[in-house]
């Protein structure tokens, strides 16, 4: 051991009152509490992720269907009544116009605000995930470094 190094631990054993091969089970014993709190953080950060980016997908999904709802709702308010009241072309209107109740009831009260919501969710998980990556790198390149 480097004479500087023994230095440093026996100052820091004495200031927590205990022995140098106590002081130096303890800093060993605590890389590897640390070490494993990242890499639980990090696993957890990567869930908080993905879920996430699914209720972005889902959120996004749920404006496209309420953007289509009300492109069908236009293109059946342009059919002229003589052609809409033929009994084919009504049946479809039906049809139509129960996928439109559908597509409103999946996309909820506000689709665009859902889609935001879930999008700067998304950024947040992300920078978090970022986050407690770089730790993860730091504390791999240098693992006497005790980050918590």
């Given at each position: 051991m480097q004479p500087e190094l023994k230095e440093q631990l026996e100052a820091a054993a004495r200031e927590s009152g205990r022995s140098l091969n106590s002081e130096l089970i303890s800093r060993l014993e605590q890389s590897f509490v640390t070490s494993n709190n990242i890499i639980t953080e990090s696993f957890l950060s990567r869930i908080e992720f993905d879920i996430a980016d699914k209720a972005t997908e889902l959120a996004n999904a749920k404006l496209l269907a309420?953007?289509?709802?009300?492109?069908?709702?236009i293109a059946i308010s342009a059919i002229p009544k003589?052609?809409?009241?033929?009994?084919k072309v009504a049946n479809t209107i039906r049809d139509l116009e129960e996928s439109i109740a559908a597509a409103h009831e999946f996309s909820g009260d506000d689709p665009s605000a859902a889609a935001n919501?879930?999008?700067e969710r998304?950024?947040?998980?992300?920078?978090k995930l970022k986050d407690t990556a770089a730790r993860l790198e730091a504390r791999r390149k240098n693992p006497t470094t005790s980050s918590k």
């Open positions: 309420a953007e289509l709802a009300c492109g069908i709702a003589e052609i809409a009241s033929t009994p919501k879930a999008h998304w950024l947040s998980a992300n920078e």
